[in-house]
């Protein structure tokens, strides 16, 4: 199968952006394009040819301050008034937090967690997977089609604490259900989006659902739910209509159950820190 999410997943032009640092810690990417609207700050944030560097003593509170001006500018949209963490890339330490809205922009690291959600047969080996169709309301990706459950990871949570609680709200799953589900592996994006640069590590997990189980969401984030076979839901995610995330998700559940060859490429997908 040729999977054009694998291609995404690595869309990304480097020369476009430069490194973002707060104090001594590379934490992302700006485009070079919007380096004049973070010109308002010479003393917190400084700029040359190089790299944009945050020198403030409060990171979080200049953020703050920066993304709204952002936001009112146009540069940031789909405000969520939820705190992501912004991430060390060179020893993953926490160093500050930012409106979720923004982490494109400034191209640091997200985390967000995801769940196969798929019914065993008698052998225990899946027989067909749940997938989701997005809303048609929602602000990212409406219509497409996704895995079970797979949603960001906020400050103050782990990924598996999101799953735990996306389990709920996504597919109406109890957290003593939600804590069978096994651990996969994590895949790294890295690619230029319309927002800015997804720079993200997609932690996955499997979820069986027996037979006579069905998911039932829960904040209406979720048009509908089918059960397919495998064939159809590998064809699905290997073509045009199932979000990027999720169709890498269900690539990684095929493959480690041994379910399809690895596709060309695949093997950039795993290579996370």
């Given at each position: 199968?040729?999977?054009?999410?694998?291609?995404?997943?690595?869309a990304?032009?480097p020369?476009?952006?430069?490194?973002?640092?707060?104090g001594?810690?590379?934490v992302?990417?700006?485009?070079?394009?919007?380096?004049?609207?973070l010109r308002?700050?010479?003393?917190?944030?400084?700029i040359?040819?190089?790299a944009?560097?945050?020198?403030?003593?409060?990171?979080t509170?200049v953020l703050?301050?920066?993304?709204t001006?952002?936001?009112?500018?146009?540069?940031?949209?789909g405000?969520?008034d939820?705190?992501?963490?912004?991430?060390?890339?060179?020893?993953?330490?926490r160093?500050a937090?930012?409106?979720r809205?923004?982490a494109?922009?400034?191209?640091?690291?997200t985390?967000?967690?995801?769940?196969?959600?798929?019914?065993?047969?008698p052998?225990?080996?899946?027989?067909?997977?749940w997938?989701?169709?997005r809303a048609f309301?929602?602000?990212?990706?409406?219509?497409?089609?996704?895995?079970?459950?797979?949603?960001?990871?906020?400050?103050?949570?782990?990924?598996?604490?999101?799953?735990?609680?996306?389990?709920w709200?996504?597919?109406g799953?109890?957290?003593?259900?939600?804590?069978?589900?096994?651990?996969?592996?994590?895949?790294?994006?890295?690619?230029?989006?319309?927002e800015?640069?997804?720079l993200?590590?997609?932690?996955?997990w499997?979820l069986?659902?027996?037979?006579g189980?069905?998911p039932?969401?829960q904040?209406?984030?979720?048009?509908a739910?089918?059960?397919?076979?495998?064939?159809?839901?590998l064809?699905l995610?290997?073509?045009?209509?199932m979000?990027?995330?999720?169709?890498?998700?269900?690539?990684d559940?095929?493959?480690?159950?041994?379910?399809?060859?690895?596709?060309?490429?695949?093997?950039?997908?795993?290579d996370?820190?």
């Amino acid at each position: 199968m040729n999977w054009p999410a694998i291609r995404a997943a690595r869309a990304h032009d480097p020369a476009r952006r430069l490194p973002f640092f707060v104090g001594q810690h590379l934490v992302g990417s700006v485009a070079r394009e919007h380096l004049g609207a973070l010109r308002d700050w010479p003393q917190a944030l400084r700029i040359d040819a190089t790299a944009v560097r945050l020198v403030a003593a409060e990171p979080t509170a200049v953020l703050a301050a920066v993304n709204t001006a952002l936001r009112d500018q146009g540069l940031v949209r789909g405000w969520r008034d939820e705190a992501f963490a912004v991430f060390s890339l060179d020893d993953g330490s926490r160093l500050a937090r930012t409106e979720r809205a923004t982490a494109r922009f400034w191209g640091t690291l997200t985390l967000a967690a995801h769940a196969n959600g798929y019914v065993p047969g008698p052998d225990g080996r899946p027989t067909h997977l749940w997938i989701a169709r997005r809303a048609f309301d929602k602000a990212t990706d409406p219509g497409l089609f996704d895995s079970l459950v797979g949603g960001g990871v906020p400050d103050g949570q782990t990924p598996h604490e999101a799953l735990l609680r996306e389990g709920w709200e996504e597919a109406g799953q109890r957290e003593d259900v939600m804590r069978s589900a096994m651990p996969g592996r994590v895949l790294r994006l890295q690619r230029d989006i319309p927002e800015g640069l997804q720079l993200e590590d997609l932690h996955v997990w499997d979820l069986a659902l027996p037979e006579g189980v069905a998911p039932h969401n829960q904040d209406g984030e979720v048009q509908a739910f089918s059960r397919l076979p495998l064939d159809e839901a590998l064809a699905l995610a290997a073509g045009d209509t199932m979000t990027v995330d999720a169709a890498l998700v269900t690539l990684d559940f095929a493959l480690r159950h041994g379910l399809l060859a690895a596709p060309a490429g695949a093997e950039a997908l795993f290579d996370t820190p």
